[in-house]
Nanobody, 115 residues
């Protein structure tokens, strides 16, 4: 079974930074896409950032210029560096690994940004 474990969430003030980590139990080279999603209370889960096997990245408009997704294949880990955090970034953040046929989700990590 593929397992994803997120860590690095917490409580920060607006303008602060956090780095989220997603540790994957199997080699991330196996997956076409690794991504971060988030879900705020009362809202739909939304894509935050994605990185494709070839290295290209995609970001949601609200986080462009502030968040960076990266991966370390040797460590089987995907990261989300979050800078200049805003209260509207408050959400549960989920790691996602997509193969050609299957999607795997982590358990989520809470990020809370105070004003």
């Amino acid at each position: 079974q593929v397992q994803l474990v997120e860590s690095g969430g917490g409580l920060v003030q607006a303008g602060g930074s956090l780095r989220l980590s997603c540790a994957v139990s199997r080699g991330i080279f196996r997956f076409n896409v690794m991504a971060w999603y988030r879900q705020a209370p009362g809202k739909q889960r939304e894509l935050v950032a994605a990185i494709i096997s070839g290295g290209s990245t995609n970001y949601a408009d609200p986080v462009k210029g502030r968040f960076t997704i990266s991966r370390d294949n040797a460590k089987n880990t995907v990261y989300l560096q979050m800078n200049s955090l805003k209260p509207e970034d408050t959400a549960v953040y989920y790691c996602d690994a997509d193969s050609a046929s299957t999607r795997y989700w982590g358990q989520g990590t809470q990020v809370t940004v105070s004003s």
